[in-house]
């Protein structure tokens, strides 16, 4: 069993550094800090190629190009409440994304399906993003459509506290309901009208939401063909 002094990596000098199968799990102190001493290029998977690129948060402006401004004009055109319901447009690598006061989610969902020169079908995928420490708006939730009359896609952003409930588009959207579902499971958003909000990937006394960035790691063994893996709170880690 080795150790090492205390270093960046925040490993105490008395504590053995992932010597045996049993030591618990060390993790950088810092999302943006690697493995292995890498550190300042934003790349965390210990090997220094990769660089993390902030994403864009400020309003685009216009031509947004492509079909963008197109759909941005037609929303407006046929929704009174645009102006009030948009908080900004983001255009980056290629994507549109509008986003909604929370409250406005589902109206918006029915304009985006029902307005002719618009016809976005489909709701492909609602997912969500913790930025636990980053944003008071912690929780964001974000809806994929899909025009397949025009071929276009688009994306649909709200932001919520913790607690705060976002309603539900599975009246709009029926593929929405699983997926609303899911985020429920996962981040603890609720979605209120929702037909039924219970958990669709963990059992129903499951405490917690695994999602989260705050949700404690650890786990259960799993054993496979006369091998068992340990959780991954107590996995040999490499530093």
Not at 60 to 82: C, I, K, N, Q, T
Not at 222 to 234: H, L, N, R, S, T
Request: glycine residues 8%.
């Amino acid at each position: 069993m080795s150790t090492q002094p205390e270093s960046d990596g925040g490993v105490p000098a008395t504590q053995p550094v992932g010597a045996d199968i049993d030591a618990p799990a060390q993790v950088p102190p810092s999302p943006y800090k690697g493995m292995f001493g890498v550190k300042g290029t934003g790349d965390v998977s210990g090997f220094g190629g990769l660089a993390r690129r902030t994403p864009t948060t400020a309003d685009s402006e216009r031509p947004f190009g492509g079909y963008f401004d197109e759909v941005h004009d037609s929303l407006e055109e046929a929704y009174p409440a645009f102006a009030d319901a948009i908080v900004k447009v983001v255009v980056d690598r290629g994507e549109l994304t509008l986003h909604l006061k929370p409250e406005r989610i589902a109206e918006v969902c029915q304009i985006m399906r029902d307005d002719e020169s618009l016809r976005f079908e489909l709701c492909s995928s609602v997912d969500a993003v913790d930025y636990l420490g980053s944003d008071p708006a912690r929780f964001h939730v974000s809806y994929q459509l899909t025009s397949m009359t025009y071929r276009r896609r688009v994306r649909l952003e709200v932001a919520v506290p913790e607690n705060v409930p976002v309603p539900s588009v599975t009246s709009v959207y029926p593929t929405a309901d699983w997926q609303e579902r899911e985020v429920y499971d996962m981040f603890g958003v609720v979605f209120t009208g929702h037909p039924n909000l219970t958990r669709i990937l963990m059992p129903d006394d499951w405490e917690g939401h695994p999602q989260r960035k705050d949700y404690p790691l650890g786990g259960v063994p799993v054993e496979y063909k006369g091998a068992e893996i340990p959780p991954p709170d107590q996995r040999r880690v490499y530093q």
